[in-house]
């Protein structure tokens, strides 16, 4: 799901973020009251769909075509320029977007000014015109500052992505409707799935059965795909696929042993979702990367990798927190 790009030095990963580390000691009891009324307000509308998605087969690689509105916190993040869908992501509020760090990462892509977030699409093509669309600008990019995309693992490996992560903010307010919802951040009763669900418009065919992905346009798929995955636990996929300690605990692994179904390159940024038991959908994880070299997809034992939400809740939080109070100064 990466691309090979330029190395930078080794971060270390195992510390741990707290709210601490963001806010000044002044702040956590105004952050503590204003959390307690927007985690109010975002349970209170997060996580439903008006039109429910439909699992006929079970493209992202291996799935199959979304219900149309079935997943409405799906965004397209695209490169205006080179009118080019570089990543996706999810609504989180009304104008915030959460997706991955190292969609930023390649330096023709850093400057977001160049970029529009879409919103309540299904047809991702740039000439594609749908109603129910609301394009966005984006008026900055908040990267994790743990994060270490071209760093080295401990074993000298050339990638780590631990705390690949980053919040994406709106130039002006979504209007929630059937099209247009945010999913729910994960709470610490949520952290435990068997199965969930991955969507994007990234790549539905494998390199080996393309001659030039680039140009095939079966390869790049138009309308929303989806595909249900098994999650597998942190340590089977350290043991049992071979990326041993590239597996943090800010990740989470989900695929099958034989493969065959996978998010792949273009899926980045997208949610591993998963639907906690009052049927509201949350984001447990975030497409990141995948395959011994960082560039396979849905090959046997070398299933997908995605960030731990749940890790990133406070820092998710503090930032919105911080941003609001800024505002207001």
Known sequence: MQITLPRKPFVDTSRRTTTESFLNTNDSAKFKAWKSKWLTAHYGTCGRQTYQPNFRRTKIIGGSTARKGSWPWMISLVFEPFRQAICGG???????????????????????????????????????????????????????????????????????????????????????????????????????????????????????????????????????????????????CANNTGYGDKITKNMICA????????????????????????????????????GSSYTECAQPHQPGVYTRVYNFREWILCVLFSDATKAKD
């Open 90 to 236: 999810v609504v989180i509020d009304n104008k915030w977007i959460l997706t991955a760090a190292h969609c930023f990462d390649r330096p023709f892509f850093q400057d977001f000014t160049k970029m529009i977030v879409r919103v309540g699409i299904h047809n991702a093509s740039y000439f594609s015109e749908a109603a129910t669309e609301q394009p966005r600008k984006i008026t900055n990019v908040y990267k994790h500052p743990l994060y270490d995309g071209f760093g080295r693992s401990q074993r000298g490996d050339p990638f780590v992505f631990d705390n690949d992560i980053a919040l994406v903010k709106l130039e002006k307010p979504l209007t929630y409707n059937d099209f247009v919802q945010p999913i729910c951040l994960p709470t610490v009763s949520q952290t435990k799935q068997r199965k969930c669900v991955i969507t994007g418009w990234g790549r539905q065919k494998v390199p080996s059965e393309s001659k030039n992905t680039s140009i095939d346009d079966l390869a790049w798929p138009q309308l929303l795909k989806q595909a249900i995955v098994p999650v597998i636990s942190t340590q089977a």
């Open 255 to 290: 695929g099958f042993p034989e493969g065959k179904t996978d998010s792949c390159a273009g899926d980045s940024g997208g949610p591993l979702q998963c639907r906690s038991t009052n049927g509201r959908w949350y984001s447990a994880g975030i497409t990141s990367w995948g």
